[in-house]
T-cell receptor, first 115, second 111 residues
Framework: GAGVSQSPSNKVTEKGKDVELRCDPI?????LYWYRQSLGQGLEFLIY????????KSGLPSDRFSAERTGGSVSTLTIQRTQQEDSAVYLC?????????????FGPGTRLLVL | GESVGLHLPTLSVQEGDNSIINCAYS??????FIWYKQESGKGPQFIID?????DKRQGQRVTVLLNKTVKHLSLQIAATQPGDSAVYFC??????????FGTGTSLTVIP
């Protein structure tokens, strides 16, 4: 079946503008993760959704970052009043249940550039 | 002005040689480990995993070794091919199912 998809693949925005990044997880996967990958860095955890449970937002770097997951499927990561340091690749991953030791399947990422 | 950024560790190997990529993890409570491959412009792709009750696991052309004593993980790629050129990074998962990713190693295969 189809893998994790993300849109847009690239986004260039001006400092201070808001952006929305979209993630479509693998069908049937109940767990969804957002990560940020800056140049030369590992993956930085942002937020985790599992079914209907309250999301784990412990990785969000500031209150300018928020995410939603509607209907237990598609997720949107919103960055308000973007700053240049927000420039990074934003990766979404999903796994079947989010419990136990499961492999996370990643999307291709959205490359965000804040000018 | 000059931009300063972090540089990934790099490894260059000749096509056909074996590659060994290393990863040190920090949490002795981590009990599951995954190696991912990330090609340029793509998301990370699962390669192989290993649980802490094992010290070796083999896949197709890849072998993962786990040394819990020194908290070290390695990925061995046999007969490296140009298509293996990518960034490889390990992930450690602790007993709370939290993922921690390394910064990665950039592998370049020289034809």
């Amino acid at each position: 079946g189809a893998g994790v998809s993300q849109s847009p693949s690239n986004k260039v925005t001006e400092k201070g503008k808001d952006v929305e990044l979209r993630c479509d997880p693998i069908s049937g996967h109940t767990a969804l993760y957002w990560y940020r990958q800056s140049l030369g860095q590992g993956l930085e955890f942002l937020i985790y959704f599992q079914g209907n449970s309250a999301p784990d937002k412990s990785g969000l770097p500031s209150d300018r970052f928020s995410a939603e997951r509607t209907g237990g499927s598609v997720s949107t990561l919103t960055i308000q009043r973007t700053q240049q340091e927000d420039s990074a690749v934003y990766l979404c991953a999903s796994s079947l249940r989010g419990q136990g030791k499961e492999t996370q399947y990643f999307g291709p990422g959205t490359r965000l550039l804040v000018l | 002005g000059e931009s300063v950024g972090l540089h990934l560790p790099t490894l260059s190997v000749q096509e056909g040689d074996n590659s060994i990529i290393n990863c040190a993890y920090s949490n002795s409570a981590s009990d599951y480990f995954i190696w991912y491959k990330q090609e340029s412009g793509k998301g990370p792709q699962f390669i192989i995993d290993i649980r802490s009750n094992m010290d070796k696991r083999q896949g197709q052309r890849v072998t993962v070794l786990l040394n819990k004593t020194v908290k070290h993980l390695s990925l061995q790629i046999a007969a490296t091919q140009p298509g293996d050129s990518a960034v490889y990074f390990c992930a450690e998962i602790n007993t709370g199912n939290q993922f921690y990713f390394g910064t990665g190693t950039s592998l370049t295969v020289i034809p």
